[in-house]
């Protein structure tokens, strides 16, 4: 039985690898949004993970997107939007702008998402944030400005208004192009055939290369760079 769950399991994964690299269909692992969202990067393709640090899933699913976003380079350009659900998950978003404006989050971006899902940290408070962002070296006072400040306010408001645009009903969720959303969960047409969670974001990974590659193809995006090159070469 072990056998026959990894054989299909195997298979699944295969059959997404192939009708990716081929041409990706709206159903198999993605959705298209109905109403597309504007996107302003240029030559590059916009890549949003909606993501919470109260989500297990989105804390397993993270050294493998930030291992598949940096492969992806100049491609893309990768941004997060913090959710929430409800209010308890505010002081989490309003920590993750906060952090971002003082240019600490990426140093301590995995800390908070081990505070919380491997010591048990709750930080769904406004002082069980300030306690850790202290702990890890943030000064408090100037952290407390920031956070009760009406740009983080607006900051939050934004990401609430960027998930019902994108209808976000579950984390993490990938918008790709302002167009494309997909997510372990919707790989494989919803057909998990009991496949484990690391198969799941291996296949999501896969439709997620297969859509920037269509992106950038609908888009002529990998002409601009083959031009260039000619032309410095005719030099």
Aim: charged letters at 20%.
């Amino acid at each position: 039985m072990v056998f026959l769950r990894k054989w299909l399991a195997a298979l699944v994964l295969g059959l997404v690898a192939i009708t990716v690299s081929a041409a990706p269909q709206s159903g198999l692992g993605y959705s298209t949004l109905e109403t597309p969202q504007t996107t302003d990067t240029g030559k590059k393709v916009e890549v949003i993970e909606f993501f919470g640090y109260w989500c297990s899933h989105c804390y397993s699913f993270d050294p493998f997107l930030k291992s598949w976003a940096k492969k992806q380079g100049n491609n893309i350009v990768f941004k997060r939007v913090a959710v929430g659900f409800n209010d308890a998950m505010r002081p989490q978003q309003k920590m993750f702008y906060t952090l971002s404006a003082m240019g600490k989050l990426d140093s301590l971006h995995s800390k908070i998402f081990n505070a919380v899902q491997v010591e048990g940290l709750p930080l769904r408070r406004d002082e069980q944030v300030f306690d850790f962002i202290t702990k890890n070296g943030v000064d408090r006072n100037k952290f407390i400005e920031i956070y009760n400040s009406p740009s983080i306010e607006s900051l939050t408001q934004s990401a609430g208004q960027l998930q019902s645009l994108f209808k976000i009903d579950g984390v993490p969720t990938i918008a790709i192009d302002g167009r494309y959303i997909t997510s372990p969960s919707m790989v494989a047409g919803g057909v998990r055939m009991n496949m484990s969670e690391a198969e799941l974001q291996a296949a999501a990974l896969k439709v997620m290369d297969g859509l920037v590659a269509k992106v950038r193809q609908e888009k002529n995006l990998d002409e601009a760079p083959a031009k260039s090159k000619r032309n410095k070469n005719a030099n």
